[in-house]
């Protein structure tokens, strides 16, 4: 257990490192998984996490992420929407209190996915009002805003914040088992945004892939169109699963061992003089 922290830390740290200014990321070791086997009947594979990172993007350099917000969110309430990064970090550091690995069977399909609780607890010198902001990457490379859950914060509500609940710590309206199991209270928890984002696929079919999410702070004072963004984690999935032999159609499983036939008899030729 203590070499596994270790190792942990000095994971993150040596992450957090490479940038000048990256933000400080405190993972829980307790609620963290890395990996999760697959647990479908006639399937082999499994899922695994995306390292977790921490930075605080320049407007030149933030990989787009400015942009997505201002193409899907350029406005609402009839008030244009204006965005900046800080220059300086928040007061203190991100908790990730929960971060796994998920891979579960439902039915004939399986699902691959994660589970997250990332907080902030406001300090001296932050803004008065901060609300969670998060981002994935598509399929095609380009960035897009998560859709929004939760009270407050409805899909379709045309506001880009993920979550917009009041500064309580238990978000009673949370719909995720895991998070529960926290157990936050008084005194206030700060500023939390919980996900489980998850694909399924069928059993009898081979999958990969995968999702990346960038989950940052969009703080104001008085009027919320008016942004200033931090510190953003970038964390996520990737999975993998191949049908066991034995599970698969007569015909496929041939094929797939006179494939390996036909490399290995290649492989012989090859060293032959």
């Not at 997250?116 to 981002?135: A, F, H, K, M, S």
């Not at 088992?177 to 005194?187: C, H, Q």
């Not at 041939?254 to 036909?262: E, F, G, K, N, P």
Request: proline share 5%; with cysteine; aromatic share 10%.
């Amino acid at each position: 257990m203590f070499k596994h922290r270790f190792m942990l830390s000095a994971v993150l740290a040596a992450v957090l490192a490479a940038s000048a200014s990256a933000s400080t990321v405190k993972l829980t070791d307790a609620n963290y998984q890395k990996h999760a086997d697959c647990k479908c009947d006639i399937t082999s594979g499994g899922t695994d996490l995306v390292a977790l990172s921490c930075s605080l993007p320049t407007t030149d350099k933030d990989g787009g992420i400015a942009k997505a917000l201002k193409d899907q969110f350029g406005s609402w309430g009839g008030t244009a929407m204006e965005c900046t990064w800080s220059t300086k970090q928040l007061a203190n550091d991100i908790d990730v209190d929960w971060y796994k690995a998920t891979d579960t069977p439902k039915g004939s399909q399986c699902r691959h996915g994660a589970q997250i609780v990332i907080r902030y607890l406001r300090g001296e010198g932050d803004p008065t009002n901060l609300g969670w902001i998060q981002v994935l990457t598509k399929n095609d490379g380009g960035l897009e805003v998560d859709p929004q859950q939760g009270a407050g914060s409805p899909p379709g509500d045309n506001k880009p914040f993920y979550f917009n609940y009041n500064d309580d710590g238990t978000l009673a309206e949370n719909p995720y088992d895991y998070y529960k199991e926290l157990g936050y209270g008084s005194p206030l928890a700060g500023t939390v945004l919980a996900d489980a984002p998850g694909r399924y696929h069928f059993e009898a079919q081979s999958w990969s892939g995968g999702r990346k999410f960038q989950t940052f702070l969009g703080g104001w004072e008085t009027d919320f169109h008016k942004l200033t963004l931090y510190n953003v984690v970038s964390w996520g999935y990737q999975g993998v699963c191949v049908p066991l032999p034995g599970a698969l159609p007569a015909g496929t499983a041939l094929m797939i061992v006179l494939a390996v036939v036909a490399r290995i008899r290649s492989r012989m030729r090859a060293r032959r003089p």
